[in-house]
């Protein structure tokens, strides 16, 4: 079985703050782990994703994410955030389907 | 390359109706999965379809079928339609098996139920 917890329901954040959004897994086989961003009424765009290799993984909009195996994270952050980055970010991760976790709501104010 | 299309986009039913929604894959994408959204569950795995077979189903009761046609195009019915089946239904097509392949999501449908 895998599961996946996403460690704040709603993160507020200035513009041009950082931000980092947290994400933990549990899985009894090696996985392939994903961030999804959905903005209103639309469906889920993929962010970035890590399959394999290096631990820090870059994806769009100047989002990065870091694997870590020990602490089964998948933490992703971004230095420095726009208004248009207010939307629902899910963290899923993929063994025999794809298993999201609850989302987090990303709020930036001006 | 045109992306996940999902028609209808928006729907009002009533309940004990049945409803068909349809899904076309990416071009080239073997694998369709359809997906529940809803405040209270979240994002939830209805079922996988490979070559237009199922690979894998969730925890959805029978009410809740699909299919896949020769050309990778899907879809999900829903018969006997309940209030709780009011949700956002996503579409992601991959190109191979969702266990080893990014997904990518089409826009969903809005399915209401009253």
């Known amino acids: 079985a895998q599961s996946v917890t996403q460690l704040d329901s709603q993160v507020p954040v200035f513009e041009e703050a950082p931000v980092e959004l947290r994400c933990n897994y549990s899985?009894?086989?090696?996985?392939?782990l994903f961030w999804y961003v959905q903005y209103p009424n639309q469906g889920l765009q993929l962010l970035l994703k890590y399959l394999s290799g290096s631990t820090l993984v870059k994806g769009i909009n100047g989002f990065e994410a870091e694997f870590n195996k020990s602490q089964t994270s998948f933490h992703l952050r971004k230095p420095s955030v726009h208004i248009s980055d207010t939307a629902e970010y899910f963290c899923a991760v993929s063994g025999e389907r794809l298993t999201f976790g609850e989302g987090t709501q990303l709020t930036v104010n001006p | 390359k045109a992306g996940v299309t999902q028609t209808p986009r928006y729907l009002i039913k009533t309940r004990g109706q049945q409803v068909t929604l349809s899904c076309s894959p990416i071009?080239?994408?073997?694998?369709v999965s359809w997906y529940q959204q809803t405040p209270g569950q979240g994002l939830q795995f209805l079922f996988e379809?490979?070559?237009?077979?199922?690979?894998n189903k969730g925890n959805f009761p029978g009410r809740f079928s699909g299919r896949q046609f020769s050309n990778s195009r899907s879809e999900m019915n829903v018969s006997t339609l309940e209030l709780g089946d009011s949700a956002l239904y996503l579409c992601?097509?991959?190109?191979?098996?969702?266990?080893?392949?990014?997904?990518?999501f089409g826009p969903g449908t809005r399915l209401t139920v009253t």
């Open positions: 379809y490979f070559s237009e077979t199922q690979r």
């Open positions: 071009s080239g994408h073997r694998s």
């Open positions: 899985s009894s086989v090696s996985v392939y």
């Open positions: 992601a097509s991959s190109l191979g098996w969702v266990s080893s392949h990014e997904q990518y």
